[in-house]
C-alpha cells in the first residue's frame, strides 16, 4: 500500500520561494539580465511564482522561458538514462544573460544537465544557475543547486511529489512510500 507524509503546506511552499526570490536578487547584486527559465512541468508555475516575488520586490519583470523534458518511462522507477528535451524549437536570447533554471525536485540530476545542455545551445550565458524547491538527493552527476527550497534525505524506494495549485489544485509536498 501507497503511504504518503505531508513535507511543505502551502505557507512552506511559499515561503522557501519568497527566499529563493530574494536569494536570486542577492547572488546577482539585482535582476539585470537575468532570464528565469522553467522545466515542465512544475518548474513553469515555479518561475513565474519566483518572477512575481521578485516584481514586488524589485519592481522589474524578469522574462520567463520554457524547456520541456521528460524521461521516457512508465514510472519513476523505471526512467531511461536519456531525458528528452521536446521543444528545442523554442530559442531563447541567451547571450551574456544569466540564466535561471527553475525545477520542483532535484533527484538524479539528469534532467538539470538536460536543460544545462539546452541552453548551452542557445547561445552563450554570462552564467546559468538552478533553482529547485526539493533537493531529494542522490545526484548521478556532478550538479548542485544554487537555491534550494528545501533538502529532504529519502531513500530511492520513496517517491517526492509537488503539488502545485497551476497544475494540481493543490499546493503541498508529499514523500510517498510503495
Ligand atoms: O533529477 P532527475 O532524476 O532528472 O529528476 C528530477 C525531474 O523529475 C521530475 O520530472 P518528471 O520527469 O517527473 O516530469 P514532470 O515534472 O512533468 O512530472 C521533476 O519535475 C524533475 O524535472
Ligand atoms: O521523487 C522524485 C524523483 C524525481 N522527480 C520527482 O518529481 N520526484
Known amino acids: 500500500m501507497e503511504k504518503s507524509k505531508?513535507?511543505?503546506?502551502?505557507?512552506a511552499i511559499q515561503r522557501a520561494l519568497t527566499r529563493i526570490s530574494h536569494e536570486i536578487i542577492e547572488k546577482n547584486k539585482g535582476v539585470e539580465d537575468i532570464l528565469l527559465?522553467?522545466?515542465k512541468t512544475r518548474g513553469i508555475p515555479l518561475a513565474e511564482r519566483i518572477a512575481r516575488k521578485i516584481y514586488e520586490v524589485e519592481n522589474v519583470k524578469v522574462p520567463v522561458g520554457v524547456l520541456d523534458i521528460t524521461f521516457y518511462r512508465d514510472d519513476?522507477?523505471?526512467k531511461s538514462v536519456q531525458p528528452i528535451v521536446h521543444n528545442t524549437d523554442v530559442k531563447y536570447h541567451v547571450d551574456?544573460?544569466?540564466?535561471i533554471?527553475?525545477?520542483d525536485v532535484i533527484y538524479t540530476g539528469r534532467t538539470?544537465?538536460?536543460a544545462i545542455d539546452a541552453v548551452i545551445d542557445m547561445g552563450r550565458p554570462k552564467y546559468i544557475q538552478l533553482a529547485v524547491l526539493i533537493d531529494r538527493g542522490h545526484r548521478e552527476l556532478p550538479i548542485r543547486p544554487d537555491f534550494v527550497g528545501k533538502n529532504i534525505p529519502?531513500?530511492?524506494e520513496e517517491i517526492v511529489r509537488v503539488l502545485l495549485e497551476e497544475t494540481d489544485n493543490n499546493n503541498?509536498?508529499?514523500i510517498e512510500k510503495n
Open 112 to 114: 538539470a544537465r538536460a
Open 6 to 11: 505531508e513535507l511543505l503546506d502551502e505557507k
Open 101 to 103: 533554471l527553475v525545477d
Open 37 to 39: 527559465i522553467g522545466i
Open 154 to 156: 529519502t531513500s530511492k
Open 76 to 78: 519513476l522507477k523505471h
Open 96 to 99: 551574456d544573460k544569466i540564466v
Open 172 to 174: 503541498l509536498v508529499l
